[in-house]
C-alpha cells in the first residue's frame, strides 16, 4: 500500500501485490457463473488484525443471520494472525480457501494489516465480487483502493450498509450475477493494463 510518507511523490510507482505465492492457479474451467456458486457471501479472516472484523463478525451475528435466515454464508476465522496461512495456525490451507471464493458471488473484506491485501486479488481471479468498506482504513493508507475505483466491485462507506446490499441482492440476484461478468471482465483488462504500464516504466528506466 502507499505509505504517507509517499502519497503525493509523482515518482512512485505503486507495484501491486497480487495473489500469495501460496494461492493455487485458478484454471477458466473452474470458474463457475454467479448464478450457480452456493453462498452467498464468504467471510474468512484472522479477527486480530483489525477491531472493524470484529464489527461485521457480530453483524453477521445479529443483524444478517436473522434478517436473512435461509442465506447460505461461509464463515471462517482465525483468533489469531499468522503468515503461515495453513491448519495448523488456525487458517484455512490456500486450496480450501480457493474452493470457498470459487463458490462464492461475493467475498467481504474488512480492512486487516492493510486495506488491500492478497484476498482482494484471489478473490478477482475466482470471479468472486469483493465487498470492500473504507471504515477502519483511515490509518493505514491515503487513497486506499485507489487502482480499483474504476471497477465494479462493491464500495461501502461503512459495514453498516452491508444488510441493505444483501436485501438489494435478494430482491435482484440477477443484476449482481451481471455485476460478478462484470468484475471479471475488468479485472482481465486491468492485469492487462498494469503489466504493460510496469514494463514500459521497467523499460524506459533501464537505458
Known amino acids: 500500500y502507499q505509505r504517507r510518507v509517499h502519497g503525493d511523490s509523482s515518482r512512485v ?5 497480487g495473489v500469495s505465492h501460496r494461492f493455487p492457479e485458478i484454471l477458466p474451467s473452474e470458474l463457475k457463473a ?6 452467498v457471501f464468504n467471510l474468512v479472516c484472522s479477527l486480530a488484525t483489525n477491531k472493524v472484523r470484529l464489527k461485521v463478525r457480530s453483524l453477521i451475528d445479529r443483524v444478517i443471520r436473522t434478517r436473512f435466515p435461509a442465506m447460505n454464508v461461509y464463515e471462517h476465522y482465525a483468533t489469531s494472525w499468522s503468515g503461515n496461512y495453513d491448519n495448523k495456525s488456525g487458517y484455512l490451507s490456500p486450496t480450501e480457501f480457493k474452493v470457498v471464493l470459487l463458490d462464492s458471488v461475493f467475498t467481504l473484506m474488512p480492512s486487516g494489516h492493510n486495506p488491500e491485501c492478497y484476498r482482494l ?3 478477482l481471479e475466482a470471479g468472486s465480487i469483493p465487498v470492500v468498506a473504507m471504515e477502519g482504513t483511515e490509518t493505514h493508507c491515503v487513497q486506499p483502493f485507489m ?3 474504476d471497477s465494479p466491485m462493491i464500495f461501502l ?3 453498516d450498509q452491508l444488510p441493505d446490499l444483501l436485501q438489494n441482492y435478494s430482491n435482484d440476484p440477477t443484476w ?5 461478468s462484470q468484475v471479471s471482465e475488468w479485472y482481465r483488462s486491468f492485469k492487462d493494463r498494469f503489466y504493460s504500464t510496469t514494463l514500459r516504466l521497467l523499460l524506459s528506466r533501464s537505458g
Do not use: D, I, M, V
Open 157 to 159: 462507506n461503512t459495514w
Open 147 to 149: 487502482h480499483f475505483r
Open 121 to 123: 486479488f484471489e478473490s
Open 13 to 17: 510507482f505503486t507495484l501491486l501485490t
Open 176 to 180: 449482481f450475477h451481471t455485476r460478478a
Open 34 to 39: 454467479a448464478a450457480q456458486r452456493s453462498y
